[in-house]
């Protein structure tokens, strides 16, 4: 399969390792050097000459509605894969028409722990959860000035609640449609430039009353962590360490390295309905403009 990706960043290029391991054959949209791959740096030279079966858009957040625009215009009907989150804001009042092409790249609802967290829930009564997630920022991009990169900068689509709207997909995967019952977003460290390094949503949805959402880009200890509570007892879900633990029952559960990737990779393909789909993206999308605006 003829794959393009848009975008010659640390995530395009992961997409494009996966990817051509898999044996697919792989081109790159970017202004920027590339060294392994045919390389474009016109979208209609690459439409043109490469026939691309399928295309991820992995540019920084705040081009992801342009380069989307732009290939729906060009008459590009094939499936689209675009990083998270979808857009960097949805504008007031403009929610842009369905675009059933389109999936977003949470590669977390593939986490194996999430998929036993799903299943372990199955049937029980939900009265409460609390996720927490965080990591500094400066651990995000090794080798690289963590001031020069988007996630500080709002203007480029930065800030921990779009670039940990991870935790907005999965609670709304896991949880159902979510609605926003207060939040509160700030920069309080020094790791951005102007954009928010932590913040926390209250939510709830039909199928569990109370949620709540903690995002950071300042915890030197790498987290992501569920708790959840039900009728039968408490789960705990812990994302880094793979482990689920139900009633104090501990399961490590193992994921090799990119394995969430490749499944998003397989699911997007093979046209299954796991991953998130356009109206999912923008729920998770509207979420962060209330919590964070730009």
Known sequence: ???????????GNRHARLLASAGHDIAILSTRPVEKHRSFTVLNEALADFLPDFVIVASVTSRHGADIDALLERGYTKPILVEKPLLATVPAGDIPEPRPSVRVAYNLRFHPVIIALRKALEGKKVFAAN????????????GRDMLSTYSASKERG???VRDLSHELDLAQHVFGPLSLIASHSARVGSVTIDSEDVATAILSSASCPLITIHLNYLDRQPRRHWVVITDTGTIEADLVKSIISINGEHETIPVAPDETYKRLHQAVLAGETGPCNWDEGIAAVTLADRIAPL
Request: charged share 10%; hydrophobic share 45%; aromatic share 4%.
């Open 158 to 160: 930065g800030g921990v």
């Open 131 to 142: 996720i927490v997630a965080g990591q500094h920022l400066s651990q995000w991009r090794p």
């Open 1 to 11: 399969m003829r794959i393009l990706i848009i975008g010659n960043g640390s995530i």
